[in-house]
């Protein structure tokens, strides 16, 4: 089985939905459905259709999350050091637009690229990971090749 590296604070996020998820959300289904079929035909009863595919919805994440938890690998790095992990802030200049970004590292359930927050798992983040201040890294994209050079890790 694959591992998915992340902080306690991550593990812990994941288990508190799980949580909240296979207790209150099954039980707001269950009312939903319970409604839907004291309202007769369940042929042609579009509310009961409904409940039942949010049912479906709700037991799909709750099987992620599960598989995310049994995956999991609590990680505590210190803040900074010379070496980017999971959990580091790095500062990268784009060596073919001079651009500069900002990336933390997070777990994949915490990622969200519009906020610099991108998966330990993405092709950047595998690519930064292990590099120090200095080092040019290559990312494969569709559209070629990226190369990036760590300025600094927080």
Request: aromatic share 2%.
């Given at each position: 089985m694959e591992t998915i590296e992340m902080t306690a604070a991550e593990l812990s996020r994941l288990r508190?939905?799980?949580?909240?998820?296979?207790?209150?959300g099954r039980s707001q289904i269950a009312a939903r459905i319970k409604t839907a079929r004291e309202w007769g035909d369940l042929?042609?009863?579009g509310e009961y259709h409904a409940a039942k595919e949010a049912q479906?919805?709700?037991?799909t994440r709750i099987l992620r999350l599960r598989e995310q938890v049994r995956a999991a690998v609590v990680v505590e790095h210190q803040a900074g050091g010379e070496e980017v992990h999971h959990g580091s802030t790095v500062a990268v200049?784009?060596?073919?637009?001079?651009?500069?970004?900002?990336?933390k590292i997070v777990s994949p359930n915490d990622a969200?690229?519009?906020?610099?927050?991108?998966?330990?798992?993405?092709?950047?983040?595998?690519?930064?990971?292990?590099?120090?201040a200095g080092d040019?890294?290559?990312v494969a994209i569709p559209a070629g090749v990226r190369r990036l050079r760590i300025e600094s890790i927080a």
């Open positions: 508190e939905e799980l949580g909240e998820l296979e207790g209150a042929s042609e009863n479906a919805h709700l037991e200049t784009d060596l073919d637009s001079a651009a500069a970004q900002t990336f969200n690229p519009k906020q610099g927050l991108i998966s330990s798992s993405s092709p950047v983040a595998q690519a930064l990971i292990g590099g120090r040019e890294v290559e």
